[in-house]
């Protein structure tokens, strides 16, 4: 069943795909769960699936990472990155221009820290960096002797623009939105 249907307006529509995609951060199997982040190195872009943790009141997105990965080294070159989103069974797609801001041992990697327990603490313990190349698999599993919130990163993607693709039987819908200076979305349709 859509999400997007044709007598939606320009301005009920980024209500209608927070709400989905706040249920992707609360129910398990749901598809927004996961996303796709793509940042920016000089020659190309790069792209892996990260479980989106949270929607903020500002309309922004939280994803926990390591501090030593690739995708921070490239996020502090250049902010500009992108959150790709599909609901296989809504026929729903929305990617998101974002401004990448990173959160390392301030107030709200405390906040979430603790909630970061047991065997997913190791996402972010591991001895050497992630991507550093190792002769064995076991050299991988190696953990800090403590459990440390050294390298637990919050990352902020805050959208500046967004693109909804609903796909439909009756017709695709298409509409780009920007964020205008008092924070509202101002959309146009698209042809699909
Ligand atoms: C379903 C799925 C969810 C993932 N979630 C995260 C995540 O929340 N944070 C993260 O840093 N990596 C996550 N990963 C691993 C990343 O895709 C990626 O392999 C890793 O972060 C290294 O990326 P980088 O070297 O480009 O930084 C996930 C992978 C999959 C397949």
Not at 120 to 148: C, V
Request: proline share 5%.
């Amino acid at each position: 069943m859509p999400v997007v249907l044709p007598h939606h307006t320009l301005e009920e529509i980024p209500k209608l795909l927070y709400a989905e995609l706040k249920k992707g951060t609360v129910q398990k199997k749901h598809p927004f769960k996961n996303v796709v982040l793509s940042t920016l190195t000089k020659e190309t872009s790069m792209s892996r699936w990260v479980v989106c943790r949270h929607v903020t009141a500002e309309q922004g997105f939280y994803i926990y990472t390591d501090n030593r990965s690739q995708k921070i080294l490239e996020l502090k070159q250049n902010p500009n990155c992108n959150l790709l989103f599909y609901h296989d069974r809504q026929g729903l797609q929305i990617r998101f221009n974002c401004k990448g801001k990173i959160h390392r041992q301030n107030e709200l990697t405390d906040k979430y820290w603790p909630g970061v327990k047991g065997y997913s603490a190791e996402n972010y313990t591991t001895s050497l960096a992630p991507g550093t190349p190792i002769a064995s698999i076991e050299d991988g599993q190696e953990f800090l002797k403590n459990i440390t919130d050294e390298y637990f990163t919050v990352l902020e993607l805050n959208p500046y623009t967004f693109e909804v693709l609903q796909l439909s039987r009756e017709g695709h819908i298409r509409a780009n939105f920007e964020k205008t200076t008092d924070d509202q979305w101002k959309g146009s349709f698209l042809v699909p």
